[in-house]
């Protein structure tokens, strides 16, 4: 069976002034060890360049991820940011297809997919994010979403540009909610995805691509997703602005890891 090291991120949204953002990437570098499974933080816009500094200054390799980026390079596009400028300040990896991004602010299957692919050939690593809403689920159709965006999102994908993605199955009736899934809800989630992810890009893709879940992930429930066979480590909203939170979930992750 391919083995597959964790990946935790941490997305803190529109949350953390400047002050705080920098005492929580000190306190992450201060205490993570990074050997056995891979780290990435999302801070919010403004403060990406500082929180680069602070990773740069630890010789840290937690990575710097953006929430949210323009597909085009350049140009007149008020307010947006580009690839280029994440990278110029150190930014490694982006998010793409949140479901806030989706839902709250309309983001379509086509832009998530025209964002993902100009991620991929400016040659950022990029965490597609796919879940379904409440009514989707009640109406039994949670593999279905999934899988058609995963079908959307991923189109005109290489199976080489595939090495740079991350999944991050995410309901969006969990997030921010307390409610999570249950690990058995999430497993069988995530085996569907892997499924689709064999159909679409054959055995050893599949097997390889890690598949994160994300929905009130805590440390009190952390375990039993990382427990999961196909559940890859997490995408992590409120519990990631805790230092002590985050901290206990990403030593869950590599406990796991070790077993
Ligand atoms: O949206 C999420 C991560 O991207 C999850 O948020 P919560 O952990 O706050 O539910």
Redesign the pocket.
Known sequence: MTKRRKTI?G?W?MNLNRKDSIALAEKLVGETDMQSLDLCIYPALPYLDTVAGVLAEAGSSIKLGAQNFHGKSNGSFTGEISLEMLRDIDCQTV?VG???RRHKLGESDVLVNQKLRAALDTGFDTTL?IGETLKQREADQTNAVNTAQLCYGLAGVTSDQLRQVTL?Y?PVW????GESATPEDAASAHAAIRRYMEFAYGKAAAAAIRIQY????KPDNAAEFFAQTDIDGA??????LEAEDFLRIIQLAKSAEEH
């Open positions: 991120g997305n949204k998010l949140h479901s806030e994010c991050a995410e969990a997030i921010g909610t994300g929905g009130s992930v995408l992590v909203g409120g519990a990631s």
